[in-house]
């Protein structure tokens, strides 16, 4: 018996025929079982027998002879053939087999046809075939730097470019009218992104101009508003009472370090706690506020912010906030100021200028007639106490107190300058 399938032993050569063996006997049972039983076609529902039903090859779906030969007439006559006629089942992407495609038409002009435009269609996909402008048979191009194509058909000598008769030009007539419109298209490019980049100059210097003169009109405002400022300065510098402090030159600049750090302090984005009247500074968070001295909780005033120095202050006059050469320099120059080398030499600063305002109406002499220590104010407190003597007096009146009596009594306790 020569039955492979009945063998009690084989060579390991003979595995793979074996095998293969196998596979297509099992095959040709599966399909002879397929034709002896009816079956519903997939695409009209009907049942038929088995042996009048098509079953594919590659997906197995299967439909009677009738469908499938309507679906790939329809198919072919709508342009699409080789791997492009698919299987009519839905999301099925796989394509019909040549033999199949025939089994199915059984029209052998039919089938021809088919086989020409798929082959066109493969050659026509293929980026080394070109076609005769003669006789229309497929020509080999070749992978050379030359355009010469020969048709092995008609013997029919071309340009591989332009399809007419080969010309020995180095360039192809083709060639250089492509290059020629791809000049100009390149002229016309440049041309728009030249004419493009002149707008957006054009728009960026009128933007620029009315930003200029936008800026110009807000320095002028400000100019105006800083003139203002100045004068109304000026004639309440001329309606205050003329006052006059004599300020020694070797405590000169810790003199003006006070005054600037007090300024510093009242410039922040400080305010003072309304009960006790100390100073807190706001430096985040909501606008609730505690105060850690008394326990007093209150709204902080939207509208206050860190202000801008006065001209009546030595922040408007200093160059730099962290020194007081230019100050002092300024004094100086202004009062007449002797050398600071020499021993026991003063300068009296009055209040008739902005410079000389600020430290006047900061400072004020302790009234204790042996000391006589110029004390500076920080904040809205008239309660001093000498840094000399420790003496405590009223920064309003330069005079001596002794306890709250005399806030109750005469002067207000807390006065801005």
Same mark, same amino acid.
């Given at each position: 018996?020569?039955?492979?399938?009945?063998?009690?032993?084989?060579?390991?050569?003979?595995?793979?025929?074996?095998?293969?063996?196998?596979?297509?006997?099992?095959?040709?049972?599966?399909?002879?079982?397929?034709?002896?039983?009816?079956?519903?076609?997939?695409?009209?529902?009907?049942?038929?027998?088995?042996?009048?039903?098509?079953?594919?090859?590659?997906?197995?779906?299967?439909?009677?002879?009738?469908?499938?030969?309507?679906?790939?007439?329809?198919?072919?006559?709508?342009?699409?053939?080789?791997?492009?006629?698919?299987?009519?089942?839905?999301?099925?992407?796989?394509?019909?087999?040549?033999?199949?495609?025939?089994?199915?038409?059984?029209?052998?002009?039919?089938?021809?046809?088919?086989?020409?435009?798929?082959?066109?269609?493969?050659?026509?996909?293929?980026?080394?075939?070109?076609?005769?402008?003669?006789?229309?048979?497929?020509?080999?191009?070749? #992978? /050379?730097?030359?355009?010469?194509?020969? @048709?092995?058909? $008609?013997? =029919?000598? *071309?340009?591989?470019?332009?399809? %007419?008769?080969?010309?020995?030009?180095?360039?192809?007539?083709?060639?250089?009218?492509?290059?020629?419109?791809?000049?100009?298209?390149?002229?016309?490019?440049?041309?728009?992104?030249?004419?493009?980049?002149?707008?957006?100059?054009?728009?960026?210097?009128?933007?620029?101009?009315?930003?200029?003169?936008?800026?110009?009109?807000?320095?002028?405002?400000?100019?105006?508003?800083?003139?203002?400022?100045?004068?109304?300065?000026?004639?309440?510098?001329?309606?205050?009472?003329?006052?006059?402090?004599?300020?020694?030159?070797?405590?000169?600049?810790?003199?003006?370090?006070?005054?600037?750090?007090?300024?510093?302090?009242?410039?922040?984005?400080?305010?003072?706690?309304?009960?006790?009247?100390?100073?807190?500074?706001? #430096? /985040?968070?909501?606008?609730?506020?505690? @105060?850690?001295? $008394?326990? =007093?909780? *209150?709204?902080?005033?939207?509208? %206050?912010?860190?202000?801008?120095?006065?001209?009546?202050?030595?922040?408007?006059?200093?160059?730099?906030?962290?020194?007081?050469?230019?100050?002092?320099?300024?004094?100086?120059?202004?009062?007449?100021?002797?050398?600071?080398?020499?021993?026991?030499?003063?300068?009296?600063?009055?209040?008739?200028?902005?410079?000389?305002?600020?430290?006047?109406?900061?400072?004020?002499?302790?009234?204790?007639?042996?000391?006589?220590?110029?004390?500076?104010?920080?904040?809205?407190?008239?309660?001093?106490?000498?840094?000399?003597?420790?003496?405590?007096?009223?920064?309003?009146?330069?005079?001596?107190?002794?306890?709250?009596?005399?806030?109750?009594?005469?002067?207000?306790?807390?006065?801005?300058?």
């Amino acid at each position: 018996m020569n039955d492979p399938r009945v063998l009690n032993g084989y060579l390991p050569e003979n595995i793979d025929q074996i095998y293969q063996h196998l596979i297509d006997y099992n095959k040709e049972r599966e399909e002879k079982q397929f034709q002896n039983q009816l079956q519903t076609c997939l695409i009209c529902s009907n049942t038929i027998p088995g042996n009048d039903c098509i079953r594919l090859h590659r997906c197995g779906h299967f439909y009677c002879r009738s469908c499938l030969n309507s679906y790939v007439q329809m198919t072919l006559k709508n342009g699409r053939f080789g791997e492009k006629l698919l299987c009519p089942q839905n999301h099925c992407q796989k394509p019909l087999l040549p033999n199949e495609i025939k089994q199915i038409i059984q029209d052998e002009q039919l089938y021809q046809r088919y086989e020409r435009l798929t082959l066109q269609q493969a050659l026509e996909s293929m980026s080394d075939v070109i076609w005769c402008p003669r006789c229309q048979s497929a020509v080999l191009s070749g #992978n /050379g730097d030359d355009n010469l194509a020969i @048709c092995d058909q $008609c013997r =029919y000598t *071309f340009c591989k470019k332009c399809r %007419e008769v080969f010309h020995f030009q180095e360039t192809c007539p083709k060639d250089y009218l492509i290059k020629q419109l791809r000049l100009r298209q390149f002229e016309t490019i440049r041309k728009q992104q030249k004419e493009e980049s002149e707008r957006t100059r054009k728009e960026q210097e009128k933007d620029r101009k009315r930003l200029t003169k936008q800026e110009e009109k807000a320095k002028a405002e400000l100019a105006r508003l800083e003139k203002q400022k100045k004068l109304a300065a000026e004639r309440e510098l001329l309606r205050q009472g003329y006052r006059e402090v004599t300020i020694d030159l070797s405590e000169e600049d810790t003199l003006l370090e006070e005054i600037l750090n007090a300024e510093r302090m009242e410039a922040l984005n400080t305010q003072q706690c309304p009960n006790c009247h100390v100073r807190i500074e706001k #430096n /985040g968070g909501c606008l609730h506020m505690h @105060c850690s001295r $008394c326990d =007093y909780n *209150f709204t902080w005033p939207t509208s %206050e912010g860190p202000q801008d120095p006065k001209i009546n202050s030595l922040l408007y006059h200093s160059s730099s906030a962290q020194s007081v050469e230019s100050i002092r320099e300024e004094i100086n120059k202004k009062f007449d100021a002797p050398e600071a080398s020499k021993e026991n030499e003063n300068v009296v600063i009055n209040n008739r200028s902005f410079i000389g305002s600020a430290i006047v109406k900061r400072v004020k002499a302790c009234p204790n007639l042996s000391c006589q220590t110029l004390n500076v104010k920080m904040g809205d407190d008239n309660w001093m106490t000498c840094n000399e003597c420790l003496e405590q007096y009223c920064f309003s009146c330069a005079e001596p107190i002794n306890g709250l009596q005399h806030f109750k009594r005469k002067c207000d306790r807390y006065t801005s300058l």
